[in-house]
């Protein structure tokens, strides 16, 4: 018997869920931390109790190896979703989930998209939240949990809390799980309210094929109330969606997908090797952070309390919670492609001046100008209000281009693994 507690204690030590072990006594009491944290104190209930049930017996024999277990693992699932919704059902399907939490393999990763789909199937409030928690707080599977939450509101398209969580998987949904996302938000009586939303349809209906372009069709429609030529073939149909889009909203990027450089010796499809073998030991993250410094980031993001970041008038987004807002090949397009997405809160303004001098860069005040534009070289162009003649929105961001290209592939693998570090708070709002 104390060999089976004290197993069940490692268990429930090691593989708690992060939004359990990131609640600490020593916060304040807010609706935010709140939000954060009881999603994973259900799921961990659950599997405590379901843990015991499990693990608690005499320990395997050798024949139980890992492939055998995932198999059992398999059929059981099975089982669970061909049954009817039951409390015990839902308490062993997250505990499965836990149980493989630190697993890499592909085969444990397919059987926790199992999981994940058989809990949305479920229906339950129960099972539903633990696939918010998953969204929230394992960002490497917010793809998963997105197509899961999109499996269950097929069928009940009615709380806006899961249309709000498929609009943000719109940028980390790919192939079969994004139709299934687009195919869900069309089946809300909500339509998009910003520009952005409409251009991710646009972007992710150019990487679908062909078949599956009326998904992402009848969504666009439904959300902009434009109708294309009924004759045009559906690709037809989506170029029509892509000049509405820039007629409408001239000062967004455009609705097209992102362009190497002329030369580039780094781009998306080159680097995509170190996206799929990311390392997250603290060897790898702390050499990363050398890097992230040797690059000047600093001068531009804060970052924890890192040295040489700035204090006020910072350039660019706070990245000390980077890891748990946005999945490691999110960090590296906006790397790669910084005009790719803007950040509404850093916009780029171009300044027409009366001497017919033009200026781009982060318009903010001055002491001793008034005013001062700030390039993406960092350098200040001071003018008083009274000597602009025209003020213009720009759709390219104040981040330069190519600053991956001076480092080497060990390099940018160390620093992809500092950036993707789960630090600070779990806060994917921010």
Not at 114 to 125: N, P, Y
Not at 393 to 404: E, R, Y
């Amino acid at each position: 018997m104390q060999r089976r507690l004290h197993l069940n204690n490692d268990i429930v030590n090691e593989q708690r869920p992060d939004d359990v072990r990131n609640c600490r006594a020593t916060e304040p009491i807010s609706f935010r931390r709140i939000h954060r944290c009881v999603p994973g104190i259900v799921s961990a209930l659950f599997f405590i109790g379901s843990a015991h049930l499990t693990w608690g017996q005499e320990p395997p024999d050798s024949h139980n190896t890992p492939s055998n277990r995932f198999v059992a693992l398999e059929n059981e699932i099975e089982k669970l979703r061909a049954s009817d919704a039951q409390s015990s059902d839902v308490k062993r399907l997250i505990a499965i989930d836990v149980e493989l939490r630190d697993q890499t393999s592909e085969t444990a990763k397919q059987i926790q998209q199992s999981v994940l789909v058989a809990l949305a199937e479920q229906g339950t409030a129960v099972s539903l939240e633990h696939l918010r928690s998953v969204f929230e707080t394992q960002t490497h599977r917010r793809h998963d949990a997105a197509y899961a939450i999109s499996v269950a509101a097929m069928d009940r398209p009615t709380d806006d809390q899961d249309w709000r969580y498929l609009v943000r998987s719109l940028m980390v949904v790919e192939g079969r799980q994004a139709v299934s996302v687009l195919q869900s938000l069309g089946r809300f009586r909500r339509r998009a309210t910003k520009a952005a939303w409409v251009r991710q349809v646009i972007l992710i209906a150019l990487t679908l094929p062909e078949q599956d372009l009326p998904a992402a069709l009848e969504l666009l429609k439904f959300w902009t109330q434009h109708t294309p030529a009924p004759q045009g073939l559906v690709k037809d149909q989506l170029a029509d969606y892509q000049a509405w889009f820039r007629d409408s909203y001239p000062d967004e990027p455009k609705p097209k997908l992102p362009v190497d450089m002329a030369g580039s010796r780094w781009t998306y499809n080159r680097l995509s090797g170190v996206l799929a073998d990311l390392k997250s030991d603290r060897t790898s993250i702390a050499a990363g952070e050398v890097v992230y410094s040797r690059a000047d980031c600093q001068k531009c993001h804060r970052r924890g309390n890192m040295k040489g970041q700035p204090q006020n008038n910072q350039l660019g987004p706070d990245l000390t919670s980077l890891g748990w807002r946005r999945q490691p090949k999110e960090i590296l397009m906006a790397i790669l492609y910084p005009s790719h997405h803007l950040n509404d809160e850093y916009p780029v303004t171009t300044v027409v001046l009366k001497g017919g001098m033009s200026v781009s860069g982060l318009m903010m005040p001055d002491e001793r100008a008034g005013l001062k534009i700030v390039g993406s070289d960092g350098m200040a162009t001071r003018f008083k209000r009274a000597d602009i003649d025209e003020t213009l929105a720009s759709n390219v961001s104040n981040m330069p281009t190519g600053l991956l290209e001076r480092l080497s592939l060990r390099e940018i693998e160390q620093l992809m693994a500092f950036l993707s570090a789960q630090t600070g708070d779990a806060d994917p709002h921010d």
